[in-house]
């Protein structure tokens, strides 16, 4: 089963993830076996915003594409976020002041939803992704130092498991499978693509969509 409207994804999210308060439930993924005993124990914490903005022509989600300059995932698309620092309560209020830093989201404005898996990441990561939904006027004030380009996709093309395209690569030596989403010239892919991967299967039903 895929995307049927806002409605039903939040209320698929609200039963399905966990709270935006409390303990974390769900089990952790991504690419923990990348790493090894040292990158595990060395593991940092973060977090990114999943925005969802209610747009006349449907739901859409927030993305940007990270300078060439950043020290990881230099280039590549992804939601607003960062590592939890010391001033941050948890990754709820990391994602929320990120968002704020680099693409001038006000906290204050966000209605949060819920909190997704978190995704371990091959270099060293511990991401929480938090789904929040922005005021429908919203419109982005990237920081260039921190977002060389901000663009919508529609929530209906991330939530479509046919616009999933598995890849292969090497990488460290190993072999690596992972997710790309190509919309309208943006390549959508690595960590970013792997945790709307994950939310997908969280909240639908695989086999139905096969049916």
């Known amino acids: 089963m895929a995307f049927v409207d806002l409605e039903d994804f939040l209320a698929r999210a609200r039963l399905r993830l966990d709270s935006v308060e409390g303990a974390e439930k769900l089990s952790e993924g991504g690419d923990v076996e990348l790493l090894d005993s040292d990158g595990i124990a060395s593991i940092r914490r973060a977090a990114v915003l999943v925005s969802i903005i209610r747009r006349p022509e449907g739901p859409t989600t927030l993305l940007t594409h990270r300078p060439d300059t950043m020290p990881t995932h230099a280039g590549q698309v992804?939601?607003?976020?960062?590592?939890?620092?010391?001033?941050?309560?948890?990754?709820?209020?990391?994602?929320?002041?990120?968002?704020?830093?680099?693409?001038?989201?006000?906290?204050?404005?966000?209605?949060?939803?819920?909190?997704?898996?978190?995704?371990?990441?091959?270099?060293?990561?511990r991401i929480v992704p938090v789904i929040g939904i922005l005021p429908d006027d919203f419109v982005p004030k990237p920081d260039p130092t921190e977002v060389e380009s901000v663009f919508e996709t529609p929530l209906s093309f991330l939530m479509n498991g046919k616009n999933h395209h598995e890849r292969s690569a090497q990488w460290n030596g190993q072999r690596r499978y992972y997710y790309e989403?190509?919309?309208?010239?943006?390549r959508i892919w690595g960590v970013t693509a792997g945790i709307i991967r994950a939310l997908y299967e969280r909240l639908y039903d695989l086999g139905e969509e096969a049916a």
């Open 78 to 125: 992804a939601f607003p976020g960062g590592k939890v620092d010391p001033v941050d309560a948890d990754e709820v209020e990391a994602a929320l002041r990120e968002a704020h830093e680099e693409v001038g989201v006000e906290p204050d404005s966000v209605e949060l939803v819920a909190r997704c898996a978190p995704y371990i990441t091959g270099t060293g990561f």
């Open 181 to 186: 989403m190509p919309y309208q010239g943006h």
